[in-house]
């Protein structure tokens, strides 16, 4: 059982919709990541929220965290073709050090066709 | 700087063969990891070290062991590859939140 769950698994939309993906679980996280992964390289660090129902705009982008620190939201307004990638939600668990392991969601392939 | 290293970056091995995958990281980093990713499935801890000359084992630990006899270098070792094994493979390091990772490493064991 995974204890990040992400939704939707797949999407493939339009350049210029919205869309956003969610990351839930049952546990309670005392900071929550996204990660963007292109084909062939690592993920790379976007946002990191730690406060109940903080709100993150990067751009285009906005991330929030939930109230109870169990979820959060990644929001894309106006996709772009340069917006495709594999978007992973990380949570690290309430008592684990700022420099300790995260557990990963499954991740959602975005497909943003021109 | 190069940030993180792996190598190598391709591999293809036989049932029972063994390997070492080198991690290498030049930001003087305490935290380092081992993931493997597969569909579906997201990046999953294999073993992780806290500093030189810890390790760790994460949530899939098994047939997998891992050395850190140097903080900037985190090897990890496949002792008899079985085709479960067939995975891409992650290093990270960390100082903070902000885990850095290499270009992963894509093995086949056939």
């Known amino acids: 059982t995974q204890l990040l769950e992400q939704s939707p698994q797949f999407l493939s939309i339009q350049e210029g919709e919205n869309l956003t993906v969610y990351c839930n679980s049952s546990s309670v996280f005392s900071s929550l990541q996204w990660y963007r992964q292109e084909p062939g390289e690592g993920p790379v660090l976007l946002v990191t929220v730690v406060t109940g129902g903080e709100v993150k705009k990067l751009k285009r982008l906005t991330f929030q965290f939930g109230d109870a620190r169990k979820d959060s939201s990644l929001h894309i307004t106006a996709a772009q073709p340069g917006d495709t990638g594999l978007y992973l939600c990380a949570g690290r668990k309430v008592g684990e050090t700022s420099g300790s392991r995260l557990t990963f969601g499954e991740g959602t392939q975005l497909t943003v066709n021109p | 700087n190069a940030g993180v290293t792996q190598t190598p970056k391709f591999r293809v091995l036989k049932t029972g063969q063994s390997m070492t995958l080198l991690c290498a990281q030049d930001?003087?980093?305490?935290?380092m990891y081992w993931y493997r990713q597969d569909p579906g499935m997201g990046l999953r801890l294999i073993h992780y070290s806290v500093g030189e000359g810890t390790t760790a084992k994460g949530e899939v630990p098994d047939g997998y062991n891992v050395s850190r006899l140097k903080k900037q270098n985190f090897l990890l070792g496949l002792e008899s590859a079985a085709p479960s094994q067939t995975s891409v493979y992650f290093c990270a390091s960390s100082h903070g939140y902000e885990q850095y990772f290499g270009p992963g490493t894509r093995l086949t064991v056939t």
């Open positions: 930001m003087n980093h305490e935290y």
